[in-house]
């Protein structure tokens, strides 16, 4: 059999995506996996250990994806912390949308349960960095311990403001999903309003939007 001389990590993941999708279960084997697509198993394991570590690498890549897309663009350069993660949070779930049917697939099942599913490692270590990367502004507390703790906050904070809006994204049937960008929009700039102590009116508007929606999902 011809074996394919070029596969890149993208391809297997891309592979993987579509079998899943077509069949509604993972690959038997990567014996079966790697000779439909003609390529050598060890090809494989020089990018992923098994059909798992594949799943948490298409998170990764859909992170990957939309911060090398900002990072090309001038204007992202330039934009100050609140407006670097309002643009990431735009063209993640841009990439989402792109492939929803297998966000579905994975993610559907466990929505109400985010928070420590394994195969959202990756991505949480990749956003962790990337919050960590933005600079945003904090309070400045003069002391060590409590700036780290400060700091492992925001972190935590960020992670779970990303999976309450994959959770919002999965549950949204609104035209475009216009209804995520809307919250998005109100739930990011609710977090900068509080960083700088600002938060009143943003909380009060966020607070009123998660209820009427929840009240019609409901």
């Known amino acids: 059999m011809a074996k394919k001389k070029t596969v890149s990590k993208n391809d297997i993941i891309s592979w993987y995506m579509d079998y899943v999708l077509e069949h509604d279960e993972n690959p038997k084997t990567v014996f079966a996996f790697t000779k439909k697509h003609s390529f050598e198993e060890a090809t494989l ?3 992923f250990t098994s059909f798992e570590a594949i799943e948490k690498g298409v998170f990764e ?4 994806n939309s ?8 204007d992202y350069q330039n934009f100050d912390s609140r407006n670097k993660l309002l643009s990431f949070y735009f063209t993640f ?5 792109a492939n929803r049917s297998y966000v579905i697939h994975v993610l559907d099942k466990y929505k109400n349960d985010l928070k420590g599913l394994k195969v959202l490692s990756g991505l949480k270590k990749h956003f962790n960095n990337y919050i960590n ?3 945003i502004p904090m ?3 003069k002391q060590e311990k409590l700036e780290k703790l400060q700091e492992n906050a925001l972190k935590e904070s960020s992670w779970l403001q990303l999976l309450i809006t994959i959770k919002f994204w999965l549950d949204d049937s609104s035209a475009s999903f216009e209804k995520t960008d809307i919250f998005i929009e109100k739930s990011v700039n609710t977090t900068f309003d509080v960083i700088d102590i600002v938060p ?3 909380v009060i508007d966020l607070g009123k939007f998660l209820f009427k929606e929840k009240f019609h999902m409901n």
Do not use: H, M, R
Request: charged share 20%; glycine share 4%.
């Open 61 to 64: 890549a859909f992170f990957s």
């Open 45 to 47: 394991y020089q990018y």
């Open 67 to 74: 911060v090398n897309s900002l990072n090309k663009n001038e």
């Open 93 to 97: 779930f841009e990439n989402l949308t």
């Open 133 to 135: 990367g933005l600079d």
């Open 139 to 141: 309070l400045d507390l």
């Open 200 to 202: 009143i009116k943003s």
